[in-house]
Nanobody
Framework: HVQLVESGGGSVQAGGSLRLSCVAS????????VGWFRQAPGKEREGVAI???????HYSESVEGRFTISQENNKNTVNLQMNSLKPEDTAMYYC????????????????????????????WGQGTQVTVS
């Protein structure tokens, strides 16, 4: 059973940077896909960045070129480097993980070319708040 703990959130001015970390305990990420999602008040949880077990990455259009997801060599930590932050990036940020086979299987039910959704992941952290003013 995987437990995920996020850290690194905070308040920053527009144009600033933050680095979020997600540490897994219980199991290493190994063959897992790990994603960062965010949810602003009154909005649906949206995918921000995903990293696969093969280190392939996927970003939402809203953060492409500003955010970078990476996995440390110990395989227990996934980071999200957020640069050039904007007020619209303000949200609670969540780390999610699940076996890539399970994630891809759920995505495939929506057809080719589908993007990852929150419902594709079974394990979640408690979240960390990011506020950009």
């Amino acid at each position: 059973h995987v437990q995920l703990v996020e850290s690194g959130g905070g308040s920053v001015q527009a144009g600033g940077s933050l680095r979020l970390s997600c540490v897994a305990s219980g199991e290493s990420y190994g063959r897992a896909c790990v994603g960062w999602f965010r949810q602003a008040p009154g909005k649906e949880r949206e995918g921000v960045a995903i990293i696969g077990s093969d280190k392939a990455t996927h970003y939402s259009e809203s953060v492409e070129g500003r955010f970078t997801i990476s996995q440390e060599n110990n395989k227990n930590t996934v980071n999200l480097q957020m640069n050039s932050l904007k007020p619209e990036d303000t949200a609670m940020y969540y780390c999610a993980a699940d076996a890539c086979a399970a994630v891809h299987g759920r995505m495939n039910t929506r057809g080719a070319g589908s993007t990852p959704k929150a419902t594709d992941f079974g394990y979640w952290g408690q979240g960390t708040q990011v506020t950009v003013s």
